[in-house]
């Protein structure tokens, strides 16, 4: 069965780092492009970052572009996201999503991010 499941989250003070995981079963992982969402409370799920199949790929939204980092290792059929200079605004659950050659979509259950000091 196709799965993926998110670990990593935590509360963390500001300006601090997280490093999410996600890791998937169930896949052909090297053929899969990855992303990763959050949604904070009372706001539209948004994409964060993602990372091609072969990893040679990634695009960031701009408001975490320099500071949040998509990665993976095919062999382990994982993907990370290095998230520093965390800020109250990055607050939310983040959530690893899949997308197979042939379209289908597959989201994790999600993983809470909380900044607060």
């Known amino acids: 069965q196709a799965q993926l499941v998110e670990s990593g989250g935590g509360l963390v003070q500001p300006g601090g780092s997280l490093r999410l995981s996600c890791a998937a079963s169930?896949?052909?992982?090297?053929?899969?492009?990855m992303r990763w969402y959050r949604q904070a409370p009372g706001k539209e799920r948004e994409l964060v970052a993602q990372i091609s199949s072969g990893g040679g790929t990634t695009n960031y939204q701009d408001s975490t572009q320099g500071r949040f980092t998509i990665s993976r290792d095919n062999a382990k059929k994982t993907v990370y996201l290095q998230m520093n200079s965390l800020t109250p605004e990055d607050a939310a659950v983040y959530y690893c999503?899949?997308?197979?050659?042939?379209?289908?979509?597959?989201w994790g259950q999600g993983t809470q991010v909380t900044v607060s000091s």
């Open positions: 999503h899949a997308t197979t050659r042939s379209g289908s979509e597959f």
């Open positions: 169930g896949f052909i992982f090297s053929n899969l492009a």
